[in-house]
T-cell receptor, first 114, second 114 residues
Framework: GESVGLHLPTLSVQEGDNSIINCAYSNSASDYFIWYKQESGKGPQFIIDIRSNMDKRQGQRVTVLLNKTVKHLSLQIAATQPGDSAVYFCAENMFSGGYNKLIFGAGTRLAVHP | AAGVIQSPRHLIKEKRETATLKCYPIPRHDTVYWYQQGPGQDPQFLISFYEKMQSDKGSIPDRFSAQQFSDYHSELNMSSLELGDSALYFC?????????????FGAGSRLTVL
């Protein structure tokens, strides 16, 4: 089976509760940030992004909050469902030499219990 | 919709052997990225290509090389394989000038070096 998430911090929540996953980033010059969800055996999937000139952005059941003062990003998932169980990564976009690239932060494994 | 296609999905090699991974980006995407993800780790950027030219280089070992071909597919060549090369290798693609560098990832190629 897939070993992603084997040594990652785990957030355990009950089905129906809200989940908050946190991330610290390093580069003050990053112009936007993305949350990815990675299920076992799959590649990272885009969830939501936020530009550096925003503090909050909402999607369907998800909200991303950005605090540039402390370089902190959070992902809030409302009414967490079993299908939300996965490893979540934040990524910051770095622009260098005319090109973009994403740098991933440490992941958090979300375990949803019925 | 067409996604990023990677092959092979699984590959087993002996130490000091050579491996080649292939990536077929989403049609019309002009940028390809390679990431390496060890067990319990976040994806680490290896290298990227824009319009068949190397655009950026990350933590790619000298034993590895990559290129993007005229049809935009990319190959990652790994020689003198070491045990520590065992990992998931993800390819991602994007359009360079979209205002937001959202990468779409493939399902990954799992390399096991024995």
């Amino acid at each position: 089976g897939e070993s992603v998430g084997l040594h990652l911090p785990t957030l355990s929540v009950q089905e129906g509760d809200n989940s908050i996953i946190n991330c610290a980033y390093s580069n003050s010059a990053s112009d936007y940030f993305i949350w990815y969800k990675q299920e076992s055996g799959k590649g990272p999937q885009f969830i939501i992004d936020i530009r550096s000139n925003m503090d909050k952005r909402q999607g369907q059941r998800v909200t991303v909050l950005l605090n540039k003062t402390v370089k902190h990003l959070s992902l809030q998932i409302a009414a967490t469902q079993p299908g939300d169980s996965a490893v979540y990564f934040c990524a910051e976009n770095m622009f260098s030499g005319g090109y973009n690239k994403l740098i991933f932060g440490a992941g958090t494994r979300l375990a949803v219990h019925p | 919709a067409a996604g990023v296609i990677q092959s092979p999905r699984h590959l087993i090699k002996e130490k000091r052997e050579t491996a080649t991974l292939k990536c077929y980006p989403i049609p019309r995407h002009d940028t390809v990225y390679w990431y390496q993800q060890g067990p319990g780790q976040d994806p680490q950027f290896l290298i990227s290509f824009y319009e068949k030219m190397q655009s950026d280089k990350g933590s790619i070992p000298d034993r590895f090389s990559a290129q993007q071909f005229s049809d935009y597919h990319s190959e990652l060549n790994m020689s003198s394989l070491e045990l520590g090369d065992s990992a998931l290798y993800f390819c991602a693609s994007s359009l360079r000038f979209t205002g937001a560098n959202v990468l779409t990832f493939g399902a990954g190629s799992r390399l096991t070096v024995l």
